[in-house]
């Protein structure tokens, strides 16, 4: 049985003034699956996210989600088409609490308007309850619970990139894309969102990860795609992307193998 691509692009090509960030890049996204998309700093990853989220327009490049042609070109239909994304940098409303930083995220779902804001019909009355009650049970999903009411810029930074993902997974992603949300954490952390991506890909969400923690990449990822210099240098399964002799060269070193 051949399993269904949740995202397959193709060609994608992006450059900045002299700079060809991404060269004919092709991935595909198992329906699923956690998928890594790895390489050295400065290879494309990150470029690759911008563009596939809207926040850079491709060059160049075909591109399927879900089935169908898809085009990203705005952040907000891209998140509306089942794409939800972290980044490197963390991107939480400092001043807002844990608990409403995720019910900004069910709120690209929501129906109320301007109007039912503005006017606090009873529908709308109900839907903000539902909402809350959607985020507190995200939180706890993801292990946050208990601060639901402090301030996310007081959270540890392991618990701020769990709050993302919360926050990511209230949009109800299809897929949901990761740009490095190991980094920072320490061993126990790492540990605990090792097992909190398994469970999510478990309730079948599907992932496509950037990641430099080359163990956490290799023992959860069911495949790999290898930037270097914008071009793809291997794709695969993990052990064999690990023996693939230009990602030794280009990305893992000799004493990965």
Do not use: W
Not at 59 to 71: H, Q, T
Not at 105 to 110: F, I, K
Request: glycine share 10%; charged share 20%; hydrophobic share 45%.
């Amino acid at each position: 049985m051949t399993t269904q691509l949740l995202l397959d692009v193709s060609d994608v090509s992006k450059r900045f003034g002299g700079v060809q960030a991404l060269d004919s890049v092709g991935l595909q996204v198992p329906q699923g699956a956690i998928v890594g998309l790895i390489g050295p700093n400065g290879a494309g990853k990150t470029t690759f996210f911008n563009v596939i989220t809207g926040l850079y327009p491709a060059d160049s490049g075909i591109f399927l989600f879900d089935g169908k042609d898809y085009f990203p070109q705005s952040v907000a239909k891209v998140t509306q088409s089942g794409l939800a994304r972290t980044f490197q940098n963390i991107r939480l409303f400092g001043e807002m609490t844990v608990l409403e930083n995720v019910m900004v995220g069910c709120h690209c779902r929501s129906h109320a308007g301007l109007l039912g804001a503005i006017f606090r019909f009873p529908s709308t009355l109900r839907e903000e309850k539902a909402i809350r009650e959607k985020s507190l049970a995200l939180l706890q999903y993801v292990g946050l619970s208990e601060y639901a009411d402090m301030q996310a810029r007081n959270l540890s930074y392991g618990h701020q990139r769990r709050l993302e993902i919360a926050r990511a997974l209230a949009t109800e992603p299809k897929l949901l894309a990761l740009d490095e949300p190991a980094a920072g954490m320490n061993a126990t952390e790492k540990l605990e969102l090792r097992e909190l991506l398994l469970r999510i890909r478990a309730d079948g969400k599907t992932i496509l990860l950037i990641e430099h923690d080359v163990s956490l990449v290799m023992g959860i990822c069911d495949s790999l795609t290898v930037l270097d210099y914008g071009k793809v240098i291997a794709t695969g399964k993990p052990a064999d992307v690990r023996a693939h002799p230009e990602v030794i060269k280009a990305y893992l070193g000799q004493g990965a193998v």
